[in-house]
């Protein structure tokens, strides 16, 4: 089965700082979503973006599927922003009901 | 938001006791699901279901069984819990389940303890 690695692993930022979270699948990969898990456990949908480019306010998120990666931009983070992004996919050819594999996260601690 | 809610969110068990852990959605989805979040192992799914009494295992299965009586109920159950299955459980829906379109939401979580 594919397998989803993210990068960083941990990042810390102070307030108003931008950055790039990081996505790559071994192979091709369908359904691509980014989340973030808050500090209080929620699972948040960000983006769903299995290729091309979306926005949403300071977050934007780019798929290039031919080149199996996926980014996600934070412009001007706030501590609200704290937490651990995942991404996930499914596997187009083992699909166990549209079963998403996650990447081990990237946990974000934004400082004031 | 997606209307996706899950009961208990806390309980704390004995080893050997059965456990009922329920997810109730009002968004009508065809597709739900439970997976358990634990340290070092991500996100990874138990079971799931495509429709009323049509379910199927996910990759970590053993130890768990699955109900879906109605559309709007999944429930999923320990028949006797073990201290390895102290996790959080998070419950998910799609209205599809692979293509076209297949965006899961995830709902609150149950967070499991198992003495």
């Known amino acids: 089965g594919i397998q989803v690695e993210q990068s960083p692993p941990d990042l810390i930022l102070q307030e108003g700082a931008n950055s790039t979270l990081r996505c790559n699948f071994s192979d091709s990969v369908n359904n691509l979503q980014w989340f973030h898990q808050n500090p209080w456990g929620q699972l948040i949908n960000l983006f769903y973006?299995?290729?091309g480019t979306k926005q949403n306010g300071r977050l934007s998120a780019t798929t290039v599927a031919t080149e199996r990666y996926s980014l996600l931009y934070i412009s001007s983070s706030q501590t609200t922003d704290s937490g651990v992004y995942f991404c996930a996919a499914t596997d187009p050819f083992y699909n166990q009901g549209g079963k998403l594999i996650f990447g081990q996260g990237t946990e974000l601690s934004v400082k004031p | 938001d997606a209307g996706i809610t899950q009961s208990p969110r806390h309980k704390v068990t004995e080893t050997g006791t059965p456990v009922t852990l329920r997810c109730h959605q009002t968004?009508?989805?065809?597709?739900m699901y439970w997976y358990r979040q634990d340290p070092g192992h991500g996100l990874r799914l138990i079971h799931y279901?495509?429709?009323?009494?049509?379910?199927d295992k996910g990759e970590v299965s053993d130890g768990y069984s699955v109900s879906r009586s109605k559309t709007e109920d999944f429930l999923l159950t320990l028949e006797s819990a073990t201290s390895s299955q102290t996790s959080v459980y998070f419950c998910a829906i799609s209205e599809s389940g692979q293509v076209p379109y297949n965006e899961q939401f995830f709902g609150p979580g149950t967070r499991l303890t198992v003495l």
């Open positions: 973006i299995p290729s």
């Open positions: 968004e009508n989805h065809r597709y």
């Open positions: 279901s495509y429709g009323v009494k049509d379910t």
